[in-house]
């Protein structure tokens, strides 16, 4: 019978030599092979249900933000041991990991990446001391909605008015100078026309290369910052868990068919969810709700509503911005202002004391995603119908 290397009859042969070696050390060697090789075989036995023990130990797999935890738990169970890096109460936005969680990433096989902001700057380093690390995002690919566009498009149009506005004078000034040019019959005096021309015309490439690179630029502004709250969206989400589930039946193996079972499951389980809360909100497609920080804007695409934010990209509203958005919230009736714990609740409560409105929680990083969609379904249900009856 022929063996190969990792096959348990291998296993056992290399398991008894090494056996028959430290008895070698303990008993010495015309003792140890008095010893029946039933004996070493025995013992070989023994000592098997810890080498399958440690080959079945739990995948050790990094998670940014509790969703993700939740979703990797619903798919391989006790097949993983998860580490979330951001706590209930921290905000992803302004996190960094602690040294007790940088060292603990030092021997993590697997990190399953979402794009929240720090990973873009950690990941790097993670990965430096961590070489044997697989990083996955789960974002990649995805449609990724930006913060804060409006303001930035209104601006770049003002600019690229500008740019276009000066090229013109310039260009202009140009056709009056060739018009200059056949005016004049002196060589001398044609000389230093042609030369002024050159000049003219470097000039008009140096606004055309900044026209261009203005454009790049109002195109770069007008998407603003990446909201990577992807997964308040079931649709996206499903994506997210598909991929997750490919990566760990990859690492997992011995558990693909469960991990495969437990994907379906959830993936029926989203498509419900989505469902559900597609009907509940029907009735209130194109309304309005402010929030204090815009987290739940892939969930007002999805089942059509729009958020309006009272803090954009970690500032607080002026005090001009405040009385604009009590202004416009007194106009559109709204009669309920969302927090998250993660967040300052400082300028929400002031808006609400201003409106006499209520405040209640819309929390994008509850670990029970599904009780946690739910809940939020509800409070803006409620807050609409709060609303309609002023």
Known sequence: M??????PLAS????CEKLLSRVQRTLGPRAARALPLSVLG???AFATPAAHAQDSAPLHVAVSVPPVAWMVDQLAGEHVEITTLVKPGDSPHAYDPTPRQVAELSTVPLYLAIGVPFEQVWLPRLVKNNAEMQVVHLEEGLNTRHFGS??????????????????DEHHGAHEGHEEHHDEHADHEAHEEH???????????AELADHQEHGAQHDEDEDLGEADPHLWLDPQRMQTVVERAAEVLEARLPQHASEIDANEQRLLKTLSE??????????????????????????????????????????????????????????????????????????????????????????????????????????????????TDSQ
């Open 2 to 7: 022929s063996m190969h290397a990792g096959s």
């Open 12 to 15: 056992r042969q290399v398991l």
């Open 42 to 44: 025995a013992l070989a």
């Open 150 to 167: 409006g303001e930035a498009h209104e601006h770049g149009h003002d600019e690229a008015h500008a740019h276009e506005q000066e090229h």
């Open 194 to 204: 042609h030369e002024e021309h050159e000049g003219h015309d470097e000039h008009h």
């Open 273 to 386: 969810l989505d469902e559900q809360i597609a009907q509940t909100l029907a009735p209130y497609k194109g309304r309005n709700f402010l929030i204090f920080h815009p987290s739940f804007g892939y969930f007002a695409d999805r089942y059509s509503l729009e958020q309006h934010a009272i803090e954009v990209s970690g500032r607080e509203p002026t005090p001009r911005e405040m009385a604009s958005l009590i202004t416009r919230a007194k106009d559109e009736n709204i009669g309920t202002i969302f927090v998250s714990g993660q967040f300052s609740q400082t300028a929400a409560k002031r808006i609400a004391s201003s409106l006499e409105a209520e405040v209640a929680v819309l929390d994008p990083l509850a670990e029970d995603y599904l009780d946690n969609l739910k809940h939020a379904t509800e409070a803006l249900k409620a807050g609409f119908e709060l």
